[in-house]
């Protein structure tokens, strides 16, 4: 009998606690909907982790080659100073389809889309039977991020002088979420859209949709992986941690280059109850929300194959570190086309690609078309010179605007498999480069820049992430490892020079005329 009772206890127990989650994560914020309408910090939600973090001078409108911090001595500023960033753009933008958007189309298609949003939203909430005093939501011409979409141009998705971008980077720091939801990759896993659509369906590294106040969306990565640690050498690149810093760095890396081709990316500090859980209208999302045994507020991806607590992410109790970047225009306004890499690895165990056994497989990438006529090729070995100093070795699409045709710049998207291993060079990154061969000229230009004691790379980068409001970024190895990295860049065409000589090597314009021989560098 006492045997007996213990048992009904501990059932007591544990349906007590079960009831306890389901009040927490689901009743209770309908309840708190119901009698008042949700509230929103007027600020950061980490206002007291910034305040630690080291002293940054207030927001300003400031073109994005020149962001905020640094003083006289400043090497940032100095590098954007210097006249490689400041020469005029070829081509000049001097026709309507230069530019991505026709701007009264886009603000017709933004507006139908609130108005959209607005009606879901009421209908929503009368079916909850929901009151709130909030104001219908409106579009502002002047909000940052529809003037991030409407100066994406042929050069690149923002321009140098453009003020935008830091306004851009403030916004998604600062501003209240209004809804959260999955990626279309986790929807199209759980066969809520067509996977057709989807670039690269995964599902298994978390990811989520945030918009903000200004109905501006976000892409949300949480971190996954402390700072100081290093990717195991004996993981597959496949398999590998998404890392929010990643996305971060590779932003003011890939603005260091002057190549534009990475979303605005943010780091902020998220309240996932009140920022993620009180705004979402998905139930699944809802239903992934656990209380950890350490009292911390944890959440995880629900795909057929992945639905395990250990590996969720969890905030301290609430507060949890991730990256932002902004989305680019609507598919249905700017269509781009996903392209699988020439380069593309083998994600198997075993498995080898072409490229990897045959050291004249570009003779064959330079005969298939897109690369046998246009700039496709230079902005491949572009990419493959960013990805290789980054470490990242998951670049198996890229994508273009379809707008922009051939010779369309490449959008450097999903940038988290970088910067796992600082310890580590994985030179076949740079395939494209020591295979073909060819660079251009701009692209050299910055990279011997940098190499430049004045404005060395290492110490550029770490001047331009303490922007952030989760610095520091990366460590002190990690950055080492750029100047590392640029050397054997660096080495590789001056081999490929000796080899083949500057005038075969070295393209000038954007879509790879070879330059005048000027003898040996």
């Given at each position: 009998?006492?045997?007996?009772?213990?048992?009904?206890?501990?059932?007591?127990?544990?349906?007590?606690?079960?009831?306890?989650?389901?009040?927490?994560?689901?009743?209770?914020?309908?309840?708190?909907?119901?009698?008042?309408?949700?509230?929103?910090?007027?600020?950061?939600?980490?206002?007291?982790?910034?305040?630690?973090?080291?002293?940054?001078?207030?927001?300003?409108?400031?073109?994005?080659?020149?962001?905020?911090?640094?003083?006289?001595?400043?090497?940032?500023?100095?590098?954007?100073?210097?006249?490689?960033?400041?020469?005029?753009?070829?081509?000049?933008?001097?026709?309507?389809?230069?530019?991505?958007?026709?701007?009264?189309?886009?603000?017709?298609?933004?507006?139908?889309?609130?108005a959209r949003w607005n009606r879901r939203h009421r209908i929503y909430r009368e079916q909850l039977n929901l009151?709130?005093?909030?104001?219908?939501?409106?579009?502002?011409?002047?909000?940052?991020?529809?003037?991030?979409?409407?100066?994406?141009?042929?050069?690149?998705?923002?321009?140098?002088?453009?003020?935008?971008?830091?306004?851009?980077?403030?916004?998604?720091?600062?501003?209240?979420?209004?809804?959260?939801?999955?990626?279309?990759?986790?929807?199209?896993?759980?066969?809520?859209?067509?996977?057709?659509?989807?670039?690269?369906?995964?599902?298994?590294?978390?990811?989520?949709?945030?918009?903000?106040?200004?109905?501006?969306?976000?892409?949300?990565?949480?971190?996954?992986?402390?700072?100081?640690?290093?990717?195991?050498?004996?993981?597959?690149?496949?398999?590998?941690?998404?890392?929010?810093?990643?996305?971060?760095?590779?932003?003011?890396?890939?603005?260091?280059?002057?190549?534009?081709?990475?979303?605005?990316?943010?780091?902020?500090?998220?309240?996932?109850?009140?920022?993620?859980?009180?705004?979402?209208?998905?139930?699944?999302?809802?239903?992934?929300?656990?209380?950890?045994?350490?009292?911390?507020?944890?959440?995880?991806?629900?795909?057929?194959?992945?639905?395990?607590?250990?590996?969720?992410?969890?905030?301290?109790?609430?507060?949890?570190?991730?990256?932002?970047?902004?989305?680019?225009?609507?598919?249905?306004?700017?269509?781009?086309?996903?392209?699988?890499?020439?380069?593309?690895?083998?994600?198997?165990?075993?498995?080898?690609?072409?490229?990897?056994?045959?050291?004249?497989?570009?003779?064959?990438?330079?005969?298939?078309?897109?690369?046998?006529?246009?700039?496709?090729?230079?902005?491949?070995?572009?990419?493959?010179?960013?990805?290789?100093?980054?470490?990242?070795?998951?670049?198996?699409?890229?994508?273009?605007?379809?707008?922009?045709?051939?010779?369309?710049?490449?959008?450097?998207?999903?940038?988290?498999?970088?910067?796992?291993?600082?310890?580590?060079?994985?030179?076949?990154?740079?395939?494209?480069?020591?295979?073909?061969?060819?660079?251009?000229?701009?692209?050299?230009?910055?990279?011997?820049?940098?190499?430049?004691?004045?404005?060395?790379?290492?110490?550029?980068?770490?001047?331009?992430?303490?922007e952030d409001q989760l610095t520091p970024v990366l460590t002190e190895p990690h950055l080492l490892a750029l100047?590392?990295?640029?050397?054997?860049?660096?080495?590789?065409?001056?081999?490929?020079?000796?080899?083949?000589?500057?005038?075969?090597?070295?393209?000038?314009?954007?879509?790879?005329?070879?330059?005048?021989?000027?003898?040996?560098?």
């Amino acid at each position: 009998m006492p045997g007996l009772r213990r048992d009904r206890l501990r059932t007591l127990l544990l349906l007590g606690v079960l009831l306890a989650a389901d009040l927490y994560f689901h009743l209770g914020p309908r309840v708190r909907r119901r009698l008042r309408p949700l509230e929103r910090p007027p600020g950061c939600p980490c206002a007291h982790r910034a305040a630690t973090s080291a002293p940054r001078p207030a927001a300003r409108h400031v073109p994005p080659a020149e962001p905020d911090g640094g003083g006289p001595g400043s090497k940032l500023r100095a590098l954007f100073a210097h006249p490689l960033y400041n020469e005029p753009e070829k081509p000049p933008l001097l026709r309507p389809e230069d530019s991505l958007l026709a701007g009264p189309e886009a603000l017709r298609y933004y507006r139908r889309k609130v108005a959209r949003w607005n009606r879901r939203h009421r209908i929503y909430r009368e079916q909850l039977n929901l009151t709130s005093l909030d104001p219908p939501l409106q579009l502002h011409l002047e909000t940052s991020w529809i003037q991030f979409h409407l100066g994406i141009s042929r050069h690149g998705l923002y321009s140098r002088s453009s003020p935008v971008v830091s306004k851009l980077l403030h916004d998604m720091r600062h501003l209240p979420t209004i809804s959260a939801d999955y990626s279309q990759d986790e929807k199209a896993l759980l066969g809520a859209c067509d996977c057709t659509q989807i670039v690269k369906p995964s599902g298994v590294h978390l990811k989520l949709v945030l918009r903000f106040s200004d109905f501006g969306k976000a892409m949300f990565k949480p971190m996954r992986q402390l700072r100081d640690e290093e990717t195991p050498e004996d993981f597959f690149y496949f398999i590998d941690f998404q890392r929010h810093n990643a996305e971060i760095a590779a932003f003011h890396l890939d603005r260091i280059l002057d190549f534009r081709r990475v979303p605005p990316t943010v780091g902020r500090l998220v309240n996932v109850t009140k920022e993620i859980l009180e705004v979402t209208k998905n139930e699944i999302l809802q239903s992934v929300f656990f209380i950890s045994p350490a009292s911390n507020v944890c959440f995880f991806a629900k795909c057929p194959y992945l639905c395990k607590t250990e590996y969720a992410v969890c905030g301290n109790p609430h507060l949890l570190e991730g990256s932002l970047s902004a989305f680019l225009p609507s598919l249905n306004l700017a269509p781009r086309l996903s392209v699988p890499s020439p380069w593309i690895r083998s994600y198997s165990l075993a498995g080898k690609e072409e490229w990897e056994v045959n050291p004249l497989y570009c003779d064959t990438v330079k005969q298939v078309y897109p690369h046998s006529s246009s700039g496709r090729l230079l902005n491949i070995i572009d990419m493959a010179i960013f990805d290789f100093l980054t470490g990242n070795m998951d670049r198996h699409h890229y994508e273009t605007f379809t707008k922009f045709g051939d010779d369309g710049f490449l959008i450097h998207l999903d940038n988290a498999r970088g910067f796992g291993r600082h310890s580590h060079d994985e030179v076949s990154i740079l395939s494209p480069l020591s295979q073909c061969c060819r660079i251009k000229r701009k692209t050299l230009s910055h990279l011997q820049l940098l190499a430049q004691a004045d404005y060395r790379l290492s110490d550029v980068m770490r001047e331009s992430l303490l922007e952030d409001q989760l610095t520091p970024v990366l460590t002190e190895p990690h950055l080492l490892a750029l100047d590392r990295r640029l050397q054997t860049v660096l080495r590789t065409v001056r081999g490929c020079i000796e080899a083949h000589g500057e005038h075969s090597v070295v393209a000038n314009g954007p879509t790879g005329q070879s330059a005048p021989d000027s003898g040996p560098s």
